[in-house]
């Protein structure tokens, strides 16, 4: 890698860690090629990123920028999940690391807050920002319903004591 391309690679790197909302690093140690590829595909489809980057580079990358604790946890073969919804990266790296012993999650952050390995775990038990909206969407659909369901079952009801009365005369 030369100059410019590690120089590329850093202000990439910046960009990510500024508009992340989440930053999970892992250790990927025996890793192979078909596993790193399938966790990166998981981390796309969650709108997550996952990038193996080298530790000077990504420390450097981290200067100024609100992540900058996280140089503590760069040391060994590392990898960083990244994602815009403060859940999906930690939800995803967690969930592939119980499946895989060979993906260890070294600790994180969500903002200012750095999070050790209990953190992210916690982190990544709680629902994603679409789970969050479905539910709130639920909320406020659940009202409505209930309220045409109110208004009819008057008729309803009144229909069927109609029903039952004249079928006791029939009778």
């Known amino acids: 890698m030369n100059r410019s391309e590690k120089t590329e690679a850093v202000a990439a790197l910046n960009a990510t860690f500024n508009e992340a909302a989440v930053v999970v690093v892992t250790r990927n140690a025996g890793l192979t090629v078909a596993d790193s590829t399938d966790l990166r ?4 489809e969650a709108g997550a990123a996952y990038k193996v980057a080298k530790n000077r580079l990504a420390k ?4 100024d920028t609100q992540y900058e604790p996280l140089s503590d ?9 990244t994602s815009g919804d403060p ?15 060979k993906l260890e999650i070294v600790g994180g952050a969500m ?8 953190g992210v775990k916690a982190l990544a038990s709680m629902p994603s920002l679409d789970e969050l909206r479905g539910k709130i969407v639920g909320l406020l659909n659940a009202p409505a319903t209930k309220i045409a369901q109110l208004s ?3 008729a309803s009801k009144l229909a ?10 029939a009778a």
Do not use: W
Request: hydrophobic letters at 55%.
């Open 73 to 81: 946890l760069l040391s060994g073969p590392t990898a960083l999940a």
């Open 160 to 169: 069927r004591v109609f029903g039952a009365y004249g079928a006791s005369e």
């Open 41 to 44: 595909l998981k981390m796309r």
């Open 111 to 118: 903002g200012d807050t750095v999070l050790d390995i209990d």
């Open 60 to 63: 450097i990358a981290l200067k």
């Open 87 to 101: 859940v999906a990266a930690a939800k995803i790296a967690v969930e592939f690391a119980k499946a895989n012993d």
């Open 152 to 154: 009819t079952a008057p």
